[in-house]
């Protein structure tokens, strides 16, 4: 009676092996974000709002680009024909974050520093002080008398 059980669990064993082999044999579909980054240059502020944009490609490129921030979740998107995915994003928290954009198992990953907003000082150069005269200056008025 052993002898019957033998060949059963080599037979058995044999099975499992094929089964293994088969399936590391089959193609699996691939999809891999090659890029991943925001628009803007320098700091991000709250509140602004940011494109992040996900390059993709392979054979499942077509697959949804999910993105994160932190762990927590910004946006879903397909990719169009030229491969890229699209969200938008306004952060609201003055921290780093770790953006990360994935599609089926691939991923990739940028670090954005998000800042708080400053108010622009007097005589800044930029800002919403751009094009006019610094604050307390009479230069450029017309029609103001003290």
Known sequence: MQASRIPCRRTGFGLVALAAAITLATPAAHAE???????????????????LTAEVSGESADLPVHFTGNGEFLGVAVPGPDGTAIVYWKPVHAIDYTVIAQQGESTWSIEVEVRRPQPDSPGSAGGS????????????SSGSSK
């Not at 974000?33 to 494109?51: F, H, M, N, P």
């Not at 002080?129 to 450029?140: D, E, L, Q, V, W």
């Open 129 to 140: 002080n751009r094009g006019r005269p610094p604050s307390g200056s009479s230069a450029g």
């Open 33 to 51: 974000v090659t890029q991943l980054r925001i628009s803007g240059s320098g700091y991000k502020y709250i509140g602004s709002e940011y494109a």
